[in-house]
């Protein structure tokens, strides 16, 4: 029995329905076949409930994309299901044979006076040549209220009847790889318990942040003694540049530490994604401006997460994160920016808790 999935696009998306995928592996012994970009394939091949990867990538050439067509019409498939709702992904879909074909479609709407009317991507007469059965996601600019999206792909598979809940949906490294280099890490910085913080070029827009960051990080971890772990992969923004020069750096690529000053901050430069999740899954508490891969490594480890975000963001953040052990301090309201000191304050109150 062979089952197949297309994700070729966002990293995180994976990390929600993986568990799924899982699942379905563990009830039907089947062979499972994943459709992903190069950029995915650096987890999703190191899963080993996955048996083969096809890659694909958007930027290809027709003769390329053609190739990677005929690659996934060899078999024939009990399960397809299309995650992404791309173009290629869809028209593969069409084309291959299974028994059962599932996938979403995406919701906008225009409001004519009073009247909206709602658009759907593709289009539910063509969605009918797709699927069998489909599940409806709002474009991120059109949620204009919370909803739970990963209780969509359990609803899209709920006739299967898998053991996947919202409980336990979040799955990203089961079997602890890079353990042994996180613990080597920690041992050469001589930390135990900390709280992490991803970096990213999402804080760019927090005011004051070129100058006051490491300010608060430094008072930050005062008030709740703990060390504070930073971590980010090939960041180019001006306030990283200007946190670089002053703090204590751990080089994953060689494993050097430059021990700068005192303080019990540090950065873990470039970290591989599974030696982040690894540092994820051993924090106490998890920040970030709605880093995809810390909101679900720690989604899967069970930790706790906060959200930095502007209040136009929540309603749509919202909808990827936990359930519980989730919280959100704001950087900006009604496009009113918050001072990163007020910032530092409000994760205070929720770490002071744990």
Not at 203 to 225: G, R, V
Not at 251 to 268: D, E, W
Request: aromatic fraction near 16%; charge should be positive.
């Amino acid at each position: 029995m062979n089952i197949i999935f297309f994700n070729t696009v966002a990293l995180g998306d994976y990390l929600v329905h993986s568990r799924l995928i899982k699942d379905l592996k563990i009830k039907y012994n089947c062979n499972i076949t994943a459709v992903c970009s190069p950029y995915n394939s650096r987890l999703i091949k190191k899963h080993k409930h996955i048996d083969s990867v096809i890659l694909y990538d958007d930027k290809w050439s027709i003769f390329q994309k053609y190739n990677c067509l005929k690659k996934i019409l060899k078999k024939k498939y009990y399960l397809s299901i299309v995650f992404d709702c791309k173009k290629f992904s869809m028209i593969s879909n069409f084309f291959l044979k299974s028994q059962f074909k599932r996938g979403l479609l995406m919701r906008k709407y225009k409001k004519i006076f009073s009247l909206k009317i709602n658009l759907f991507y593709p289009s539910k007469i063509i969605a009918k040549f797709l699927y069998d059965k489909y599940v409806v996601h709002k474009r991120v600019k059109y949620i204009d209220k919370h909803y739970y999206l990963p209780s969509t792909w359990l609803d899209l598979l709920s006739d299967f009847k898998l053991k996947t809940t919202t409980k336990n949906i979040y799955f990203f490294n089961p079997n602890k790889l890079f353990e042994d280099k996180k613990k080597k890490l920690l041992k050469k910085i001589n930390v135990n318990k900390y709280i992490l913080f991803h970096l990213d070029h999402k804080w760019e827009d927090i005011l004051d942040i070129n100058n006051n960051f490491y300010s608060n990080l430094i008072i930050l971890s005062k008030k709740i003694n703990k060390n504070i772990l930073l971590t980010s992969f090939n960041n180019n923004s001006d306030y990283y540049k200007n946190l670089e020069n002053k703090i204590n750096i751990f080089n994953t690529n060689n494993f050097n530490f430059l021990k700068r000053n005192s303080y019990n901050i540090y950065l873990v430069k470039n970290p591989d994604i599974f030696l982040q999740e690894r540092l994820i899954g051993s924090s106490d508490i998890n920040i970030s401006c709605h880093s995809g891969i810390l909101v679900h490594g720690s989604g899967s480890n069970n930790k706790v997460v906060i959200d930095i975000l502007n209040s136009k963001e929540i309603n749509m953040q919202k909808c990827w994160a936990p359930i519980k052990n989730y919280f959100v301090v704001k950087k900006s309201f009604y496009n009113k920016k918050i001072k990163i000191n007020y910032i530092f304050n409000d994760l205070f109150k929720i770490i002071s808790k744990y």
